[in-house]
């Protein structure tokens, strides 16, 4: 993996201050993770069998697919399974639970590069729908092995069919199979906390109601939960006509639940003539519209929101709940706990059942609702870049689950060309860091052609599409894009933008080993970079230094350095990751280095100083000619209406 600057005057290397440390280390449960509650029922015989496969021979890559239709419980199995001490046991190199939008960098890379451990490890990986969710992983590195989830319900395209099964193997498909009568009205008694043998025959047919599916089971048991504390005595009457209600108002028939209520009012003549048939399972929109349509109108809407987030195994946090949600009563989420809508995942996180919120997006009465919690969620995250929010911003992006959501929104801007604008200038570099780029790339390549009149839009989106292609080693054109970036900066008169064009091609040149190009590109961000603006001139001091100390010009660097250091000191004190490199560097300068012209300083028009180190010597690269007669200047103060780089 290169190097990857992530602004303008980022320093060549021992910079991490600023950047979102991933929470999840290679091969742990994400802390987001915990074993679902209440724990399983009715799964033993899975487990166990799954649990055998995987550990019979860790050494050799096992791979698996767990297959079922939705809210049949496939997450919550492999994150028992993640969570299993003889599983861990068997994959000393760790457990990975992820869906194939989260840490996608860092998935491509453990799917494809050598590890000289080589330990046996678990990579689980939830919903797989596309073929392109699982071709990182079709040539996966031998010690790897695969748990993945994927849905019967909709099915898979004839492409993705093919590669599934030439991954994983029809034999080692697993379907997952609604619970058994008796399983289910288990998880029912326990979801509604009705203690046994109460309400048996009750339970049976409303257990039977919901198809012996976990999610409708401990959605509706979150409703008797409730229910039965409003009225003790008439609990399931309640609930048949709550469930006629829910029915009607989704045009669908009613019959099953009249059915059932029949059933449950013969009592104890049922033994007398043979039990009666159950009902049959109703539409899970009829069960989830019950556990929405049932509480207060507020927290209905609090819901409706809440399900534009992305859903489970994706969390988010009370304040983008809140952001999204708007609500008016404080109780609002535990209720929606309380009545397994949400679901904590511990860390003071909520996730949201992906039924859920595929039920309120097609809601045609909710549109309105999701869509207005859509535009909140963009806000919300528009509003992170906020200069007044950098505090905020560091806490909140320290949580992997909170970039697909971000990542989301980047999405939705491809289509929106002002909100594109509006996230160029914020949210891309960032998610560009992440190791975002397939994600980000189309919608860089699309604003090229969308603001081809605007310079400095054409100028920033070059310049990202530089970032990736430096990212991923293709020099060649990362520096057609940093080139291109450069050109539009200077005709927006963008000083600091041209800084950061300059500096990823400073970067570029030094990665290539081109070390006086990369002196040449850096003496320039130099010149251009005003003294008044601290971060960056302390910091271009920096990206100079490092230079000049790989050529073993300790001479000409030591200077670079001690001015650098200084000014990274008053800036951001003397504890500061990038303060504690420069001290490092500087003792371990030799004491004597090659002979140069050490740095000299002259006076610029508007009266301010800036250092330039003399040029190395010989003709400069072609990319280089003329570059400071063409680069623009502006007399007084540059521009400082637009975002400028910031060292983090």
């Not at 799964?43 to 860790?58: K, V």
């Not at 050529?551 to 008053?570: G, I, K, N, V």
Request: one cysteine or more.
């Amino acid at each position: 993996m290169t190097e990857q600057p992530a602004t303008a005057h980022q320093p060549a290397q021992g910079d991490t201050q600023g950047k979102a440390q991933e929470t999840t280390t290679p091969f742990s449960v994400p802390s987001s993770f915990l074993p679902p509650h209440p724990p399983l029922v009715g799964r033993d015989c899975e487990l166990e069998n799954i649990r055998q496969r995987l550990c019979d021979s860790p050494s050799a890559s096992v791979r698996l697919a767990l297959e079922g239709v939705a809210g049949v419980g496939k997450t919550c199995l492999a994150i028992v399974l993640a969570y299993d001490p003889q599983v861990r046991d068997c994959f000393p190199g760790g457990v990975l639970v992820a869906n194939p939008g989260q840490h996608a960098a860092f998935i491509s890379r453990v799917a494809r590069e050598p590890d000289p451990r080589s330990e046996p490890c678990l990579l689980i990986m939830d919903d797989i729908r596309s073929v392109e969710d699982i071709q990182p992983f079709l040539n996966a590195r031998p010690h790897i092995s695969l748990l993945l989830t994927c849905r019967q319900c909709a099915p898979l395209p004839q492409a993705t069919r093919r590669d599934l099964d030439h991954l994983i193997g029809p034999e080692n498909l697993f379907p997952i199979e609604p619970l058994s009568d008796t399983h289910a009205t288990d998880l029912l008694r326990q979801s509604a906390g009705i203690p046994a043998p109460d309400g048996q025959e009750e339970l049976e047919v409303l257990a039977a109601l919901a198809g012996g599916l976990p999610l409708l089971l401990t959605l509706l048991g979150g409703y008797l939960r409730h229910q039965r504390q409003a009225a003790p005595e008439a609990w399931f009457a309640q609930a048949i006509e709550d469930l006629k209600e829910a029915a009607k108002r989704l045009s669908l028939p009613t019959s099953p639940i009249e059915q059932a209520g029949r059933v449950a009012r013969r009592g104890f003549l049922s033994g007398l003539f043979g039990k009666p048939p159950s009902p049959k399972p109703l539409s899970p929109k009829v069960i989830l519209d019950l556990s929405v349509g049932t509480l207060p109108r507020h927290m209905q809407m609090d819901a409706i929101r809440v399900a534009a987030l992305l859903p489970d195994p994706l969390s988010f946090d009370h304040a983008t709940a809140h952001a999204v949600a708007e609500p008016t009563d404080e109780r609002s989420f535990s209720v929606l706990v309380e009545r397994n809508v949400l679901r904590e995942t511990g860390d003071g996180r909520l996730c949201i059942h992906q039924a859920l919120c595929e039920w309120a997006e097609a809601e045609k009465r909710f549109y309105s609702e999701v869509r207005s919690a859509h535009r909140r969620l963009i806000a919300y995250h528009l509003d992170r870049f906020s200069p007044n929010n950098a505090a905020a911003l560091a806490h909140w992006q320290e949580h992997p689950d909170n970039w697909q959501q971000m990542l989301r929104t980047w999405e939705e801007a491809t289509a929106d060309p002002a909100l594109l604008q509006t996230c160029l200038t914020t949210m891309v570099r960032p998610l560009i860091e992440q190791g975002y780029h397939d994600e980000v790339r189309a919608g860089l390549v699309h604003a090229l052609s969308l603001f081809r009149e605007d310079s400095l839009l054409l100028g920033l989106a070059n310049y990202d599409l530089g970032l990736i292609a430096y990212a991923r080693a293709v020099y060649e054109q990362a520096v057609e894009y940093a080139e291109a970036a450069l050109l539009h900066f200077q005709i927006a008169h963008e000083e600091k933008e041209q800084g950061m064009a300059l500096t990823l091609l400073g970067q570029i040149a030094r990665t290539r080993g081109d070390h006086p190009a990369a002196r040449r590109y850096l003496e320039e961000v130099l010149l251009i970079t005003p003294e008044a603006d601290e971060v960056n001139y302390a910091v271009s001091l920096l990206n100079l230094a490092v230079v000049l100390m790989e050529q073993q010009d300790y001479h000409a660097a030591r200077p670079l350095f001690e001015r650098s250091l200084a000014l990274h000191r008053r800036v951001f004190g003397a504890n500061h990751p990038r303060t504690l490199t420069i001290r490092h560097h500087l003792a371990s300068l030799p004491e004597t280095g090659p002979p140069t012209d050490p740095p000299t300083v002259e006076h610029r028009g508007n009266g301010q100083e800036a250092a330039t180190a003399q040029p190395s010597g010989g003709e400069q690269s072609q990319q280089g000619i003329s570059r400071k007669a063409k680069t623009t200047t502006r007399k007084g103060t540059g521009k400082s209406g637009r975002r400028g780089p910031r060292a983090k």
